[in-house]
């Protein structure tokens, strides 16, 4: 049976929720993984960005997301962070680019193409050595966090991102700085 969502850690999940997904990789139990892009994140992409910047996109916990090589045809750079070395190194294995690998401050980074992906704890990056970013991401990171963790996700988002102390929520996807605003996020991307 093929999973058609990400999994989802158990409610009452320890705050390191790190060890249940290196678990899912290293047993290949990654039925989340989709072959093509994410079909919202291509019909809605224009809408949501409009004429905002399109530099850098930042895509936490990222995986190895074909949707990586999706938003490297509209972004300078793509940047995603992910825990799971086997993920970053899987991605980066299947793009026609060769791939390297360097040690950083934030620890090892792939790089294929123009995609980055670095494998560190997301929460312990900060804007001063990691941002800004024009615009970010989210397939399903937030949902495959605990609960207890994904107001400190988001709120690390929207510090990478400069965007207000207050910025309006989105269901799901896309968040970016306006183009005459760089402090005020634009329309959240709506998933229906």
Not at 33 to 50: K, Q, T
Not at 56 to 83: M, N, Q
Not at 111 to 129: K, W
Request: glycine share 6%; net charge neutral.
């Amino acid at each position: 049976m093929t999973e058609t969502s990400p999994p989802k850690p158990p409610p009452n999940a320890p705050p390191d929720w790190r060890p249940f997904w290196q678990s899912r990789w290293d047993a290949g139990q990654i039925g989340f993984h989709r072959p093509a892009p994410n079909p919202h994140l291509v019909a809605w992409f224009d809408r949501a960005l409009g004429d905002a910047e399109r530099g850098r996109v930042l895509v936490p916990l990222c995986g190895k997301s074909i949707d990586l090589a999706w938003l490297e045809t509209h972004f300078e750079r793509v940047v995603g962070v992910e825990y799971v070395p086997l993920a970053a190194r899987d991605f980066a294995a299947s793009r026609p680019f060769p791939a390297s690998e360097a040690d950083t401050e934030h620890g090892l980074r792939v790089r294929s193409g123009t995609t980055d992906i670095h494998v560190a704890d997301f929460f312990a990056l900060s804007p001063e050595t990691f941002g800004p970013f024009d615009a970010a991401y989210d397939r399903a990171a937030l949902i495959a966090l605990p609960r207890d963790l994904r107001a400190r996700y988001a709120a690390t988002v929207a510090t990478m991102l400069a965007l207000s102390p207050t910025p309006r929520p989105s269901s799901q996807g896309l968040r970016s700085r306006s183009p005459t605003q760089s402090s005020s996020p634009c329309s959240p991307l709506s998933a229906t």
